[in-house]
């Protein structure tokens, strides 16, 4: 089996690890300027949101609720770059009662979660995110 990376899965593999990368700076503005502006963004066991205004909203949402770091990121794309995934371990602290959810008190949590995007013109047009939700109220002592 050869390991060698073609230039296309490169690059979209340096996408998604510079998607992460502003991720854990907390650089918002960071992860929307690699996002198509119609990007399909799944939420877990939730809706699917289109656009960058409303990616912007929800990792405003998030902000409010939650301190994440991604841990052990590992990402893989496919040959032609169009697709790509990424696994890692969320490190977390939930510090504001997001609607819907538990009450928070500070909390901690460390959560394995997923993603897989699709990939167009050196952006990202999807990014469909998986965790165990039910993990995660367990913790956090819903």
């Given at each position: 089996m050869s390991h060698d990376v073609s230039p296309a899965q490169q690059q979209a593999i340096d996408l998604v690890r510079g998607y992460y990368d502003a991720f854990n700076r907390g650089d918002w503005a960071g992860m929307l300027?690699?996002?198509?502006a119609d990007v399909a963004h799944d939420l877990n066991q939730g809706t699917c949101e289109s656009g960058v205004e409303a990616f912007a909203a929800f990792l405003q949402r998030m902000d409010?609720?939650?301190?994440?770091?991604?841990?052990?990121?590992?990402?893989?794309?496919?040959?032609d770059g169009t697709r790509a995934a990424a696994e890692y371990v969320v490190h977390g602290e939930y510090h504001h009662t997001d609607e819907g959810l538990p009450?928070?008190?500070?909390?901690?949590?460390?959560?394995?979660?997923?993603?897989?995007?699709?990939?167009?013109?050196?952006?990202?047009?999807?990014?469909?995110?998986?965790?165990?939700?039910?993990?995660?109220?367990?913790?956090?002592?819903?």
């Open positions: 300027e690699r996002l198509s409010a609720s939650y301190r994440e770091q991604l841990r052990d990121v590992v990402a893989m794309a496919s040959l009450p928070a008190n500070g909390q901690r949590y460390v959560l394995p979660g997923g993603a897989f995007f699709d990939l167009r013109d050196g952006r990202i047009a999807r990014v469909s995110n998986y965790y165990n939700l039910q993990d995660w109220i367990a913790q956090v002592g819903g």
